[in-house]
């Protein structure tokens, strides 16, 4: 049962993360979706929303048009094209928002019932709402979909049930800049279970702008500078590195604090070489198929950290050499927990597919 509910929850994340990142099928607020027969016309001319203010470190841009520099810090991120579109900027229409209604109303609305790791009442509740049950990635991974769901479909039920989440995590962080279920023991604090709801709380801000969110974020990454000098990554951290170095270079985007290239750097150097992996014959090895695929986001966001080609060049050779060594027609790897060979008898697993979306 726990593993049928973890591939339960990685097909929320999938669909959630799909209509939070994707404008193909989507809609953003004020507009309509064009009939079935327009979809090759020319889109109209998107305007700006009320919430693109003029700031230091964000000047208004209209949605989705090409811009030179949103952050112009000694040229960190002077490479990326296009501007940001926050959360709930783009609504899902058509196929994609029934099914979003379909999972909410059946699945994410329930699912704390449901699943004994992400449960909320008791006091065997979830570790990361205070209780003594499952303190790992659970609760953060749950929770971060459940963010993407709840802004893009805009359902008042489910952003209340996502806000004792994110208020239990914001209250959670320790005079040392630590949060989570373990923010006072740091022998079993592991940053990797931290990193989903990162990457949950930067959404949500970007949803909400919460003034809680950026000085939390501050505090922690100032603490996790401090603690990678002798807590190194490890495990899945390691491998999933780059999530880490993602979030950070979100908050770098809201503050412009060079201190913070510098964490993105030694998180770099701390996470697994998967340059090295990306070579041909080293695909021919295995790898676990979720790290495989959650690693295609490390070198697009060291890219857009240094500005450096080289990145980019790692990235595509990566996934030239996964596709020759096990690719498929769906565009996916072959990869049933383990990467596997190319032969047709292979599948894949949701996580990988979320994962993967959320790189691209």
Not at 63 to 71: K, M, Q, S, T, Y
Not at 282 to 292: E, L, P, Q, R
Request: proline share 5%; charged share 25%; aromatic share 10%.
């Amino acid at each position: 049962m726990s593993r049928f509910l973890s591939r339960i929850l990685c097909l929320m994340l999938a669909l959630s993360m799909l209509a939070a990142t994707a404008c193909t099928g989507g809609v953003t607020p004020g507009d309509t979706a064009s009939p079935p027969h327009e979809t090759d016309a020319e889109p109209p001319a998107s305007e700006p929303t009320e919430s693109e203010t003029e700031t230091e470190t964000e000047p208004p841009v209209l949605l989705g048009e090409p811009r030179d520099v949103l952050i112009t810090t000694k040229g960190a991120v002077d490479n990326v094209k296009f501007s940001p579109l926050h959360l709930g900027q783009v609504q899902a229409a058509s196929w994609l928002r029934n099914q979003l209604l379909l999972q909410a109303e059946q699945v994410t609305k329930q699912f704390e019932a449901l699943s004994p790791d992400c449960k909320s009442e008791g006091g065997d509740r979830s570790g990361w709402l205070g209780g003594t049950g499952e303190s790992w990635e659970r609760g953060s991974y749950y929770t971060r979909g459940l963010i993407a769901s709840a802004y893009v479909l805009d359902d008042a039920d489910m952003k209340a049930q996502a806000q004792k989440w994110i208020d239990w995590t914001l209250n959670s962080q320790v005079e040392s800049g630590a949060f989570g279920p373990f923010a006072n023991d740091p022998e079993k604090l592991d940053y990797w279970p931290l990193m989903p709801m990162l990457m949950a709380l930067e959404l949500y801000h970007d949803a909400t702008g919460d003034e809680r969110v950026i000085p939390f974020l501050q505090n922690y990454f100032a603490w996790e500078a401090k603690a990678l000098k002798t807590k190194k990554l490890t495990s899945w951290a390691r491998v999933r590195g780059g999530d880490n170095i993602f979030a950070v270079l979100w908050l770098y985007e809201k503050t412009g604090d060079e201190s913070l290239l510098d964490l993105c750097e030694e998180l770099y150097q701390q996470t697994f070489d998967w340059e090295t992996a990306y070579d041909e014959e080293a695909w021919m090895g295995t790898y676990h198929i979720v790290n495989a695929q959650q690693s295609f986001k490390l070198f697009p966001v060291m890219y857009a950290v240094t500005g450096d080609e080289h990145y980019l060049d790692v990235y595509y050779e990566g996934i030239e050499n996964i596709y020759m060594a096990s690719g498929r027609q769906d565009g996916m790897s072959n990869g049933d927990e383990m990467s596997r060979g190319i032969d047709g008898v292979y599948g894949n697993e949701t996580c990988a597919v979320v994962e993967r979306m959320l790189c691209d």
